[in-house]
């Protein structure tokens, strides 16, 4: 036995460095595997801390669940994201590889709670367009939802499209009212009647990586059912009392479009609201381009918001630059960052 003999009062301070066995322990190193045999892989859903991740063979792809690997710690992985992973990546029905590294993302589609929550949530990585959905009618339009998704998009360097529903269900001036508002952004628009205009958006997602953003009850997944056919997609009828369509996404689903061109196209649960704390209040004016131009007549230090005096968006505005719509939806987001407007709760499946 080790130290057999010795006198208790002959131990200091120096003995508890001595390994009593240096074979059997070794330390603790910081070093992590680099994992250079990794297989690359791309995460399509997200279930209850589970990631399925599609793998290329060079056969066919595998669809392969996976966990977080400890040393990527509390790093969150979003559908969209490339990944590296080790383990069984057979894709049989038992088998969980592991999820070793998140490789950059290109771009992160951001939001948050309220306008005034600091706490960001990362909803995709890695989409090039964001395709905002909403409905003519059942439920009604919401413009100031709309221009939320098109500053996320802006402030995430995506390409907007605005896919417009229901179009059978409405008439003709009430349709220009809403393609009026923004024909002047040059942003693409398609019109979808009675689940029709699968194909005219389909064009514009071939070759591409796009998300689906909108409230619930707007058509998203009835369009991605139209747009992938294996999806199966549930979809939801809007609730006659309060005009809400009801949550049936609970997740993000990404899936390959059809076609020799390819794509992709993610599917996202149904909002009611778009946090945009994370984008940097001074930058909100540069995300209205019908309006920044007019700025150039305001005064120094001008916050462009509705207690702003002698802003000169007034004038440009009553012009006709830009529709009193969209001042009214810029100065909405600004009071909300700047304290003059409550906080909007983001509700989600």
């Given at each position: 036995?080790?130290?057999?003999?010795?006198?208790?009062?002959?131990?200091?301070?120096?003995?508890?460095?001595?390994?009593?066995?240096?074979?059997?322990?070794?330390?603790?190193?910081?070093?992590?595997?680099?994992?250079?045999?990794?297989?690359?892989?791309?995460?399509?859903?997200?279930?209850?801390?589970?990631?399925?991740?599609?793998?290329?063979?060079?056969?066919?792809?595998?669809?392969?669940?996976?966990?977080?690997?400890?040393?990527?710690?509390?790093?969150?992985?979003?559908?969209?994201?490339?990944?590296?992973?080790?383990?069984?990546?057979?894709?049989?029905?038992?088998?969980?590889?592991?999820?070793v590294r998140v490789e950059d993302r290109r771009t992160v589609l951001r939001r948050t709670a309220d306008?005034?929550?600091?706490?960001?949530?990362?909803?995709?990585?890695?989409?090039?367009?964001?395709?905002?959905?909403?409905?003519?009618?059942?439920?009604?339009?919401?413009?100031?939802?709309?221009?939320?998704?098109?500053?996320?998009?802006?402030?995430?360097?995506?390409?907007?499209?605005?896919?417009?529903?229901?179009?059978?269900?409405?008439?003709?001036?009430?349709?220009?009212?809403?393609?009026?508002?923004?024909?002047?952004?040059?942003?693409?628009?398609?019109?979808?009647?009675?689940?029709?205009?699968?194909?005219?958006?389909?064009?514009?997602?071939?070759?591409?990586?796009?998300?689906?953003?909108?409230?619930?009850?707007?058509?998203?997944?009835?369009?991605?059912?139209?747009?992938?056919?294996?999806?199966?997609?549930?979809?939801?009828?809007?609730?006659?009392?309060?005009?809400?369509?009801?949550?049936?996404?609970?997740?993000?689903?990404?899936?390959?479009?059809?076609?020799?061109?390819?794509?992709?196209?993610?599917?996202?649960?149904?909002?009611?609201?778009?946090?945009?704390?994370?984008?940097?209040?001074?930058?909100?004016?540069?995300?209205?381009?019908?309006?920044?131009?007019?700025?150039?007549?305001?005064?120094?230090?001008?916050?462009?918001?509705?207690?702003?005096?002698?802003?000169?968006?007034?004038?440009?505005?009553?012009?006709?630059?830009?529709?009193?719509?969209?001042?009214?939806?810029?100065?909405?987001?600004?009071?909300?960052?700047?304290?003059?407007?409550?906080?909007?709760?983001?509700?989600?499946?």
């Amino acid at each position: 036995m080790a130290g057999a003999g010795r006198k208790l009062d002959s131990y200091d301070e120096t003995d508890v460095r001595v390994r009593a066995n240096p074979k059997g322990s070794r330390p603790r190193t910081k070093s992590r595997p680099a994992h250079e045999d990794a297989a690359s892989g791309m995460v399509v859903t997200v279930d209850r801390g589970r990631y399925t991740c599609l793998v290329p063979d060079k056969k066919k792809t595998r669809s392969v669940t996976a966990m977080t690997a400890r040393e990527l710690g509390r790093q969150r992985i979003v559908v969209g994201d490339q990944v590296a992973l080790v383990g069984d990546l057979s894709g049989s029905p038992d088998a969980l590889a592991r999820i070793v590294r998140v490789e950059d993302r290109r771009t992160v589609l951001r939001r948050t709670a309220d306008d005034t929550d600091p706490v960001e949530r990362v909803l995709v990585a890695n989409a090039d367009q964001l395709v905002i959905v909403t409905s003519f009618t059942d439920p009604e339009p919401q413009p100031r939802m709309i221009d939320r998704c098109l500053v996320a998009a802006y402030d995430a360097g995506m390409e907007p499209l605005l896919c417009l529903t229901k179009a059978d269900l409405v008439i003709a001036w009430q349709e220009d009212a809403i393609l009026e508002m923004y024909r002047p952004l040059d942003i693409p628009i398609v019109v979808s009647a009675n689940a029709s205009g699968a194909k005219d958006l389909a064009a514009r997602l071939a070759g591409r990586t796009s998300v689906l953003v909108g409230s619930s009850g707007v058509g998203k997944s009835t369009i991605f059912n139209k747009l992938v056919p294996t999806a199966f997609r549930a979809t939801g009828r809007v609730n006659a009392v309060t005009g809400r369509g009801r949550h049936t996404s609970s997740s993000a689903l990404a899936l390959e479009l059809p076609g020799k061109q390819g794509g992709w196209v993610i599917d996202t649960p149904g909002v009611r609201s778009f946090g945009l704390a994370h984008v940097d209040v001074n930058r909100l004016i540069d995300h209205f381009p019908d309006l920044a131009e007019g700025t150039e007549n305001c005064p120094r230090g001008c916050q462009h918001d509705s207690l702003a005096p002698e802003c000169a968006l007034d004038a440009w505005v009553a012009e006709g630059h830009a529709g009193p719509a969209r001042l009214n939806s810029l100065r909405r987001l600004l009071d909300a960052r700047l304290g003059g407007e409550p906080a909007t709760t983001v509700v989600e499946d």
